[in-house]
């Protein structure tokens, strides 16, 4: 039942694209029912599947002579991210509302990336994960080189090379796996048992990882992010930060830490204080965290600060995940599942609430439009967005960093503490973008000028509803999806990743 | 017995309240300002079941709510209150709506105002029940965020650099408090309250630290110590201590003044219980090492914040700082008690007489230091905003009920016997003298200097010669006098009658120092 929601999102492409020409409503709404109907279903999974184990969806032979089959399974992590995905597509066509431009072929580009993305979070066969990865990477490219913004060609190209160099990454360590297990399957649990030479994983390992942690931000191969997602119409940036960076994350955890746990093994020496990969790939994470905030709080661009933001928020997951501990995992599935939502929902006010009106992402010209008084509306969820992304209680944001942090105290102690020091900053540049958008010059003794801005629909305001209700249900209420995390990091799937660390 | 839970109802309905006059209110000021008022008068409602119902003899936990929440991170559900709990709930129920009455004139969105203060309101109420850490943070945290925009949206002039000096220093010392609190959970596996008192009473708290004590060659006492400083920031921000109170005077200030009656009356109270719920049962091993600069760090707080109120020329700074100083008395002692008595039962006798002090200061300060902020929005709205201390003079001919009333107010912040705030101090002082001799002789010049800042008030504003254009100042209209009435007949209650509160609270610190001692 689950793979409807691939099958749907593909079936919505052709269904718009034959719409007759001029019919931006219709598109419109059949985007809409597309993406509900993907949810419905993801939702209608999660009541089924009570304990977040490993339920196979679909099985079926492929390439019989390569091994490889079409095998969909989920357990919890892919349910989170599946739910993920179907929030940020709903609220996604409701802020692409005002989209007149080619509008079918924009919905149908966007539909094609969500049923790539629920592609990657469903499949269990490597080749399959693969292919529907590569999918994914395609209607990038066009959303934001058709419908972007400042310099678009250039991102887009920026961000489809790194994608392919982190493909390219992928695939030989994929394809080494698959040569040295020599079992003649793709199959992700049959090869997670199989114990390859320790020496093989030590550089399959940080190759897979990087090429996934390409897509996640990880730091320094993170400059394709700022750029793309900035470039980005609003819905895409929503969906690049929101979904594809967690496509990344989700490879690192799924596919190079289940395959090659020893590759987190001591090396037995040390460079520079390093023991492992793992040491290494936790400071990189560490750095993107502050570094992150440190270059957002510098931005002049609105939507760069939430581009680097996006950065330092990644950095706790791939922190999270570095720090083998269950609850340090637990928090980086958390983590994903809070920063998409609230990467969509800051990606919607900057980009659809705010330039879509003002037609400026100047922090320095916003500021004296006291768009407070123009569009409260937009003020207050980005207040409010703003509060959950840094990690105040009552919000996503706190429960999946909380539990991120405190696998860090026991496996990195030190590096809790610099990732504090991240939190402090993140909170300055929340506080700065602010300021200057919403209630700058509230201090001029001149009369405030409010400029006449179209108020904010409904569709917008619904969208935004969505995903602040979302954050604060999470926020208050984890154990709702702790609930299929937490058996599913227990499976047998992750036991090489969690009890073999520490050697 | 009870169908509804009574603690969590009371934190819903001002939540609900918040709701239901942003969707309401909207578009009628008054109804907006009604309906807010209503649902706090609900809250000070039920708290007064809860206090009537309420058995005094048992110094415990009452009214406790225990739910599954967050199993995987040892989150429960907790609430309950003891007799330092219902007190602080009594003090915030009867705040609010005096902070309400005090705001009635508010223009601007009146609405988002009355709903931010109920959303204060149930922050404050969660903080003051909340028994598990993840749940009292959430709280804590959630009361931070509606001060910060009342102060934001609806100060004065230097409001906006105001509110972000509150907002950060509060921020920073969360943020040391909840690292703190992580590295607890760590070591325990705990975030409740209780339990965590529990372990640091059996001594099993050193034995867990050590197990993580390897880091960096730490001994299991220093990473205990600087766990303790952690949390001691977060509070120390908060109530505040000096050297970490200069966010304090500009937010009062700036604040609309039916806020910065919030900000004294209840949040500075928020610092102090912590000390008192969390800091003390959980580290007072640490905090034992550290005794005597702690005490010389109240000492301080006392003395030079009351100096610094003799510099101030602006009605709303000298009490800002005279907030600090009364809160310093409270800190001296909740530090005295610390003392290491072994099983001298005299002693004992001091410590619980300077807890019950420590309990009535605070809600004494909160119901005195609440009244004199809203003596000085009475007094801007006649002036036209102006509340220097020599903008005034010889009020006492033009406004005679304004004045008398005030002055009741300033005896009662002076700590003049007959009056509320009298007992409190009277109390602290009668503990500390034994406990910790000195720094309680060197307090005492707080008292003078409070004394003569208060007598410099009284002669500037009231007596003295009458300035021309205050001639036609209205006095205080009936329903002003109605609505101060029971604030200022509540200050001769308890200071008459202190028995009324110290009867709720007696049981609780005598059960306090029977826990504290070693």
């Given at each position: ?204 390992f940080p190759?897979?990882f990087v ?7 990880l ?44 590759g987190l093994?001591?090396w037995?020496?040390?460079v520079f204080g390093f023991g492992s990969w793992r040491d290494v790939f936790a400071l990189l994470a560490l750095i ?34 570095m ?181 | ?518």
């Amino acid at each position: 039942m689950l793979a409807w929601t691939i099958y749907i999102s593909f079936l919505g492409v052709p269904v718009l694209l034959l719409l007759p020409k001029g019919s931006v409503r219709a598109a419109r709404i059949l985007a809409l029912l597309t993406a509900v109907a993907g949810f419905a279903v993801t939702l209608w999974g999660f009541a089924q599947q009570r304990t977040g184990e490993l339920v196979t969806v679909a099985r079926a032979p492929w390439v019989p002579s390569l091994g490889v089959e079409y095998h969909l399974a989920s357990d919890g992590i892919s349910l989170t991210l599946l739910l993920l995905t179907g929030i940020v597509a709903i609220s996604g066509v409701l802020f692409s509302w005002n989209i007149e431009h080619r509008a079918k072929e924009f919905f149908a580009f966007y539909l094609a990336l969500i049923g790539g993305v629920y592609g990657v979070f469903l499949s269990f066969d490597l080749l399959l994960l693969f292919v529907f990865y590569e999918i994914a990477i395609i209607p990038k490219y066009f959303l934001i080189a058709i419908w972007g913004s400042t310099r678009r060609e250039h991102a887009a190209m920026k961000l489809a090379l790194y994608s392919f160099v982190g493909s390219a990454m992928v695939l030989i360590g994929l394809i080494a796996a698959y040569v040295v297990a020599g079992a003649r399957t793709m199959d992700l649990v049959q090869l997670a048992q199989f114990p390859f030479p320790i020496h093989f994983q030590m550089w399959a390992f940080p190759l897979v990882f990087v090429g996934f942690g390409i897509l996640a931000g990880l730091w320094p191969f993170h400059t394709w992010a700022p750029t793309g997602h900035v470039a980005a119409p609003t819905a895409a940036s929503m969906l690049l930060a929101g979904v594809v960076m967690k496509l990344g994350a989700y490879g690192c955890l799924r596919v190079a830490m289940t395959l090659f746990p020893r590759g987190l093994d001591a090396w037995g020496f040390h460079v520079f204080g390093f023991g492992s990969w793992r040491d290494v790939f936790a400071l990189l994470a560490l750095i993107g965290i502050v570094y992150g905030a440190m270059v957002a709080l510098v931005q002049k661009d609105f939507k760069f600060v939430i581009g680097y933001s996006s950065i330092s928020h990644m950095g706790f997951v791939l922190l999270g995940l570095m720090t083998l501990q269950q609850i340090g995992l637990d928090g980086a599935v958390l983590q994903m599942f809070s920063h998409g939502i609230l990467a969509g929902l800051l990606f919607a006010v900057v980009g659809r609430m705010v330039y879509d009106r003002t037609h400026t992402r100047d922090l320095s010209e916003l500021e004296t439009m006291h768009l407070s008084k123009a569009i409260p509306f937009a003020a207050a969820t980005f207040v409010l967005g703003g509060m959950a992304s840094i990690g105040l209680p009552g919000f996503s944001g706190f429960v999946a960093e909380l539990q991120v942090l405190i696998g860090t105290w026991r496996s990195f102690p030190l590096f809790t503490v610099v990732a504090g020091v991240g939190i402090v900053i993140g909170i300055a540049y929340t506080w700065r973008a602010m300021q200057k958008a919403f209630f700058g010059s509230s201090n001029h003794s001149a009369p405030p000028t409010v400029a006449p801005l179209p108020p904010i629909s409904a569709p917008e305001r619904i969208g935004a509803m969505i995903l602040v209700g979302a954050s604060v249900i999470i926020g208050v209420y984890p154990q709702l999806l702790l609930r299929v995390i937490v058996p599913a990091l227990h499976s047998p799937l992750f036991d090489g990743l969690l009890k073999g660390r520490g050697k | 017995m009870n169908i509804l839970p009574p603690i969590s109802c009371l934190t819903i309905v001002p939540l609900l309240g918040a709701i239901a006059v942003l969707a309401l209110g909207a578009k009628n000021k008054r109804l907006a300002g009604g309906l807010a008022l209503t649902f706090a008068f609900l809250a000070l409602a039920i708290t007064l079941v809860l206090w009537h119902r309420f058995n005094p003899i048992s110094g415990g936990l009452q009214f406790e709510e225990v739910r599954a929440w967050i199993p995987v991170l040892g989150v429960q559900y907790h609430v309950g209150v003891d007799g330092l709990g219902l007190l602080m709930l009594m003090l915030s129920a009867i705040v609010v709506p005096m902070a309400m009455a005090a705001s009635w004139h508010i223009q601007e969105r009146v609405s988002l105002y009355f709903a931010l203060m109920l959303m204060l309101e149930a922050g404050l109420f969660g903080t003051f029940t909340a028994l598990n850490f993840f749940h009292w943070f959430l709280f804590w945290e959630l009361s931070l965020i509606p001060a910060f925009f009342l102060i934001r949206l609806w100060g004065g002039s230097e409001r906006a650099a105001a509110a972000t000096q509150f907002f950060l220093y509060t921020m920073v010392g969360s943020v040391a408090l909840l690292l703190a609190f992580l590295a607890i959970f760590l070591c325990t596996g705990k975030f409740d309250f209780m339990d965590l008192a529990e372990m640091a009473r059996n001594g099993q708290f050193l034995p867990a630290f050590a197990a993580i004590s390897d880091w960096h060659r730490f001994t299991a006492e220093k990473v205990a110590l600087v766990l303790c400083f952690g949390v001691f920031l977060g509070f120390a921000v908060k109530v505040p201590l000096v050297p970490f109170h200069t966010w304090l005077p500009a937010a009062y200030a700036e604040a609309p003044t039916g806020t910065t009656m919030l900000l004294t009356g209840t949040m500075s109270k928020m610092g102090v219980y912590g000390f008192l719920r969390i800091l003390l049962p959980i580290f007072c091993v640490q905090l034992r090492l550290v005794r005597t600069p702690l005490l010389w760090i109240a000492v301080a707080t006392i003395v030079l914040s009351a100096y610094a109120a003799l510099a101030q020329r602006d009605l709303k700074r000298i009490f800002a700082y005279s907030s600090i100083n009364h809160l310093g008395y409270c800190m001296l002692g909740i530090f005295s008690i610390l003392k290491f008595t072994g099983e001298n039962p005299s002693l004992a006798n001091e410590k619980a007489a300077t807890l019950n002090g420590v309990f009535l200061q605070m809600f004494n300060h909160g119901l005195t230091a609440a009244t004199l902020f809203w003596f000085v929005a009475l007094l801007e709205k006649r002036s036209g905003g102006l509340r220097g201390l020599d903008d005034f003079g010889g009020l006492r001919k033009v406004v005679p009920v304004l004045c008398g009333l005030m002055g009741i107010a300033l005896f009662s912040s002076l700590g003049l016997p007959g009056l509320n705030g009298f007992v409190g101090e009277f109390l602290i002082f009668k503990g500390t003298f034994p406990l910790a001799t000195w720094p309680a002789s060197v307090s005492v010049l707080g008292l003078l200097l409070t004394a003569i800042f208060i007598l410099t008030i009284l002669q500037r504003v009231f007596s003295g010669p009458l300035q021309e254009r205050w001639s036609q100042m209205p006095d205080l209209t009936v329903g002003e006098r109605l609505a101060l009435l029971p604030a200022i007949a509540l200050m001769f209650v308890l200071g008459l009658y202190p028995q009324l509160v110290l009867g709720v609270i007696n049981s609780t610190a005598m059960q306090m120092v029977q826990q504290l001692r070693f």
